[in-house]
């Protein structure tokens, strides 16, 4: 919205020049917008896999799972922390609001090889 109202402003009193940073200010409000909804982790419980944008996880090739806080960027946010038994470690953001939900399923699902770190 910023942007549009950058645009409209710098077209009627001729700074062109501001168009082109309201156009870059634009392009990062849109990519934004578009990770904010493309978020999705889908959890398929009957073949163990969690899908999470271009990562497939096979639950079952895991070695453990820890539910830990990490800091991003400014916050501290809980992540879960995967670590699969060829020594690969990936780390999922939680950017949810239903994350004990989440939390809980894979706990059922994983028995021992899952922990949370305090």
Not at 17 to 26: G, S
Not at 62 to 77: C, H, N, P, T
Not at 82 to 93: A, E, V
Request: proline share 2%; glycine share 2%; aromatic share 14%.
């Amino acid at each position: 919205m910023i942007a549009c109202y950058e645009i409209f402003v710098a077209f009627f009193l001729k700074q062109y020049y501001l168009i082109l940073i309201a156009l870059v200010l634009f392009y990062f409000g849109i990519r934004q917008c578009r990770n904010m909804w493309a978020y999705r982790i889908t959890l398929d419980t009957k073949e163990k896999h969690l899908l999470f944008q271009k990562m497939d996880i096979d639950l079952e090739n895991l070695s453990s799972l820890q539910v830990r806080e990490a800091k991003i960027g400014r916050k501290v946010i809980p992540v879960l922390d995967f670590i699969t038994k060829d020594k690969k470690q990936m780390i999922l953001p939680m950017y949810m609001e239903r994350q004990v939900f989440l939390v809980r399923i894979l706990q059922k699902m994983l028995g021992v090889r899952f922990s949370i770190k305090k």
